[in-house]
Every structure is written in structure tokens, then in C-alpha cells.
């Protein structure tokens, strides 16, 4: 069985966010809390600032009044090839792993705090307190992603129980995973398909020819972060020029 | 003369005869190492019995015995398995004396039928009642016990009506009694550490594929999904209780996932 590990490690898991059809509707932000167990953000976490979402829909403006826009941008992990947060753990809780994600392993997290301090992106979270949902929510928890104590660092994992998954089914039926066959909940969520999910590495793939596509950029591209969370600009009919992306 | 003389020398040497020296000096302790403080003759004005002064130092010996066995304790803990003591037994009493030896073995049992005959082991596939553990679902993750209308399709007919541990499944299956159906509580035997996600599904097609990486031997069938399930549960088909025989510590599973070339990355278990 030595072709599971050469194909081990041989993929680079990224993700195409299209921006044009963002319709900022939080369909990948339900969809990713119902996904992994992520505690539910009442009033006063969300007043303290210590509310958790692991994807999250920005709103901006664009021009002034009365040509005003509204943008959208999904920021989730960003899953850097140059990970600020990674160096910076003590305890190497925050690795990167073979297949290009950026992994955060809950039983070494001692909850420093320091890689939350070094992501540009601020999409790690800490957990203050131990979560805790309405008893009618007990069973809808998902088995496949651990609940996250009081105390650890927690963020975007691509939904590595769906990678894990889907990866093993195929080589259960002997078979190659197809391209499209592993769904983020926060891709399959969404209603245009604006989020695509895949393997960098495949030149087939569709992330890959999405990749060059003329409006793809990354998120503060300046800080050389090197990101594997594409995005395609909006494309604005009226207004020239703003199909390059203002980020 | 000379030699009575000699031989006087010789005995006055041979009365004074010292140790040889030994060859290796000891090292000084870098440290001097205080002094025990005498025992304590008095508390307060009140004089404490003599009797104290040999039972303080048998006291320390319990104390120090006593660390001791914790120590042992926690460490053997740390290593392997538990030392069988005050709970930490690797098996427990069921609520039904559940013999894998009659349904999973193939050889000749203690057992003997309503007849009188000697009876031999059903030789049941582990898969036949552990349905979803060479499955790739989510509860495929474990292998489940099998509902209590499982075993009542067969014992609801097979085994004596006195057999008073399958009127315990009986009655839970509301074939017998008139209290409807209850589940049984199964204690679990098997848990893994913690922060482990272990699913059953790729262990049992490596290994089917690869026997030669197989461990231990079944007393139950060699064939199918069966005959890999000893490398970690030991012989099941043979137990009357079953108990837990590997540590199944991190320990055990990298050192099989790096002889098997499988990924030893932290995201294959820990997510």
C-alpha cells in the first residue's frame, strides 16, 4: 500500500472564492457553524469581541453616495503557505501539513494566544469559555469534528473530517478522488457556487484553472503570506478599471 | 632462630591483616547531605514514649512503600497498561454474560447443550454482529453493538427458556415480561485516548489486503474481515470476558502507522 503515501502529501488543498457571486447572504457562515460544533455566539460574546466564527462575510462600501455598493468578502483561514501563526506557537499546535493546510491540533494547544496576535487575517479564535448549546441542539452536534474546550485556539480546518472522509471512500472503492468530489460545507452551502474547493496541485482541477483567472488575487498580498484561499474580484459593469481587485 | 622470628612476624602480619583497598574511590557527594534530625523526644512538655523512636522510621518505610506503588502504578500506566487494581481492570461485568467464545470461536466449548452434548463455538463472522465496522460511514468510527431485536431474531427461539441471562435479553427485547423494550447497558471495554479519531473501515482493507502484517491468532474464522481484528483485540473468539490486550496508546499507533508506511501526519487522527 505505498501508493497511499506517495499520493499522501502529493495535494494542495485550496479555495476559490468569487467574490462576483457573493450575494453576502451567510448561507457558508450557518453552514460552517452547523458543520463544526462551533459554539454559538450569544449577545454578550458578541459584545466582548470573543464571538467565534470560522468564516465570516465582511460588508464594505464602494463609492459615494448615491452610487453607493455593497461589497461582501467571505474571510476564512486563509491557509498560508508562509503561515504568520505558525512560527510563533511554542508548542507546534499550528503546523503546516503535507497537503498545504494549516492545522491546528487541539491536544497540543496550550491557548498562548500568540498565533491569534501574528494572523493578519484574524480568523483564529480562542475560546474563553467552555461551549455549551441548548439542550435541543445536544444531538445535532457533528460527531466527526471535536468539540473544542475552554481554553484553545480554534480556526478554519477546510473541514479536514470532509477531506479525511471523502479521501478514504475513494480509496475504499479503489478509485482516485475526482475533482469537486470533496465539498467544504461552506462550498456546498453556497447558492451560487461561488466557493470552490480542490486540489492546487492537480493542473486540471478546477481551482487551478481558476487560479489564473485575470481577477484572482489574494488577501494582503503585501505581507507575502502566500495564501491558498484564491479570490476573483467583482466584476462591476458600470465602473472601468475595478475588475482588479482593491485588496 | 631467624625463622622463628619470621615466622612471629609473619603471624603478628597475618593478625593485623587489613582489607585491600578498593580499586575504585568513590566520588565525594558534591553535596554533603544533612543529617537526620534525632526523634523527637518531647511534644510540647509532654515526654513522647521511647517506643516512637522505632516506629517513626517503620512509618517513613510505609510512606516510601506506598509512593512507591503509586509511582509503579502511574508509570506502567504511562507505558502500557494499568496494574488490575481498584477498577482499573481491562474488563468488566456485563449486564448480560455475553460468551464471545459460543458465537465467534470455532473450537469445542465448556459448554455442554439442553442434550448434555459437548458444544462447539458458532464461528460467527465479527462483522455478522459488528455491522458498521468495516463500513466507511460516520458510524462506521466504531464498531457498534448490535440492538437488542439483533440478538432476540435468534434467541428469541435458540437456548433453553430457564437460561436466565437470556431471559435478561429477552425480557429487554419484550419477548418475555411486559415492561415494552429497553436497551441493554453494555459497558465499554475498548476506548482509545482521547483526541483520537479512529476509524475501523481503512485498518480492516489494509490489513485484508496485506496479511502479513497481522498479528496475533483467532481461535474464531481466519478468513474475510474477521481474521485481522486480533492485531489490536487479541484473541476475542477465545475470551469468556472480553478484556482489553493492547495499550492502544499513540505509542502503538505510530509505531504500525510508520511500519506500514501509512501517514503519520497529526491531521490523520487529530482533527
Redesign the interface.
Known amino acids: 500500500?505505498?501508493t497511499?503515501?506517495e499520493k499522501?502529501?502529493t495535494r494542495n488543498w485550496g479555495m476559490i472564492a468569487d467574490l462576483d457571486k457573493c450575494t453576502g447572504c451567510q448561507a457558508c457562515v450557518l453552514a460552517c457553524q452547523a458543520e463544526n460544533n462551533i459554539p454559538i455566539n450569544t449577545e454578550d460574546r458578541v459584545e466582548r469581541a470573543r464571538s467565534i466564527s470560522w468564516i465570516r462575510v465582511e460588508r464594505y462600501w464602494e463609492g459615494d453616495f448615491p452610487d453607493t455598493k455593497a461589497r461582501f468578502i467571505p474571510i476564512m483561514c486563509q491557509h498560508c503557505e508562509n503561515a504568520p501563526c505558525e512560527p510563533v506557537c511554542p508548542v507546534y499546535a499550528s503546523?503546516h501539513?503535507?497537503?498545504g493546510?494549516n492545522?491546528q491540533?487541539?491536544?497540543?494547544c496550550v491557548g498562548t494566544r500568540y498565533c491569534a496576535n501574528a494572523c493578519p487575517y484574524i480568523v483564529r479564535f480562542f475560546n474563553y469559555w467552555d461551549p455549551v448549546w441548548p439542550e435541543s441542539l445536544r444531538n445535532h452536534l457533528n460527531?466527526?469534528?471535536?468539540i473544542r474546550s475552554r481554553g484553545i485556539m480554534e480556526k478554519c480546518?477546510f473541514c479536514?473530517?470532509r477531506i479525511?472522509?471523502t479521501s478514504?471512500?475513494a480509496?475504499?472503492e479503489g478509485r482516485e478522488l475526482e475533482d469537486g468530489e470533496i465539498q467544504t460545507a461552506c462550498s456546498a452551502a453556497c447558492g451560487t457556487h461561488g466557493i470552490v474547493f480542490g486540489d492546487l496541485n492537480d493542473p486540471e482541477s478546477r481551482v487551478s484553472k481558476l487560479r489564473n483567472h485575470k481577477r484572482a488575487f489574494t488577501l494582503l498580498e503585501q505581507f507575502g503570506t502566500d495564501p491558498n484561499v484564491i479570490y476573483l474580484a467583482k466584476i462591476d459593469p458600470n465602473k472601468k478599471g475595478s475588475e482588479e481587485g482593491h485588496h | 632462630m631467624d625463622l622463628e622470628n619470621k615466622n612471629k612476624d609473619h603471624k603478628s602480619k597475618s593478625g593485623n591483616f587489613k582489607l585491600p583497598k578498593l580499586p575504585i574511590k568513590l566520588p565525594k557527594l558534591p553535596i554533603k547531605l544533612p543529617k537526620p534530625p534525632p526523634p523527637p523526644t518531647h511534644l510540647g512538655d509532654v515526654e513522647l514514649p521511647k517506643t516512637l523512636m522505632y516506629l517513626l522510621p517503620i512509618g517513613g518505610l510505609f510512606t516510601l512503600a506506598f509512593v512507591g506503588a503509586i509511582g509503579s502504578f502511574i508509570i506502567t500506566a504511562w507505558w502500557g497498561q494499568p496494574i488490575p487494581v481498584l477498577g482499573f481492570e481491562q474488563t468488566f461485568d456485563q449486564p448480560i454474560n455475553f460468551p464471545h467464545t459460543v458465537h465467534a470461536s470455532t473450537k469445542q466449548l465448556d459448554y455442554k447443550d439442553a442434550d448434555g452434548n459437548v458444544m462447539v463455538g458458532l464461528g460467527t463472522d465479527c462483522t455478522f454482529c459488528h455491522r458498521t465496522v468495516n463500513k466507511?460511514t460516520?458510524a462506521g468510527?466504531n464498531a457498534y453493538i448490535p440492538p437488542v431485536n439483533f440478538c432476540a431474531n435468534c434467541h428469541g427461539v435458540i437456548g433453553s427458556e430457564d437460561n436466565v441471562q437470556l431471559n435478561i435479553l429477552r425480557d429487554a427485547a419484550g419477548i418475555i415480561g411486559d415492561d415494552g423494550t429497553s436497551p441493554i447497558n453494555w459497558r465499554r471495554v475498548h476506548r482509545l485516548p482521547?483526541?483520537v479519531?479512529f476509524?475501523h473501515?481503512?485498518h480492516i482493507?489494509?490489513l485484508s489486503?496485506?496479511p502479513e502484517h497481522i498479528k496475533g491468532e483467532t481461535d474464531g474464522v481466519s478468513t474475510g474481515p474477521s481474521a485481522v481484528c486480533s492485531t489490536c483485540h487479541g484473541n476475542v473468539a477465545s475470551m469468556e470476558k472480553v478484556y482489553q490486550v493492547e495499550p492502544l496508546k499513540m505509542r502503538q499507533c505510530v509505531d504500525c502507522h510508520r511500519d506500514?508506511?501509512?501517514?503519520t501526519?497529526?491531521?490523520?487522527c487529530?482533527?
Do not use: W
Not at chain 1, 491540533?105 to 497540543?108: L, Q, S
Not at chain 2, 506500514?260 to 501517514?263: T, V
Not at chain 2, 501526519?265 to 490523520?268: E, P, S, V
Open positions: 500500500m505505498t497511499d503515501v499522501f502529501g503546523y501539513n503535507s497537503e493546510l492545522v491540533v487541539y491536544n497540543r460527531p466527526d469534528v471535536t480546518s479536514i473530517q479525511n472522509r478514504r471512500k480509496k475504499s | 466507511n460516520a468510527a482521547d483526541h479519531r476509524v473501515e481503512p482493507r489494509y489486503a496485506n506500514n508506511g501509512a501517514p501526519d497529526c491531521a490523520t487529530h482533527h
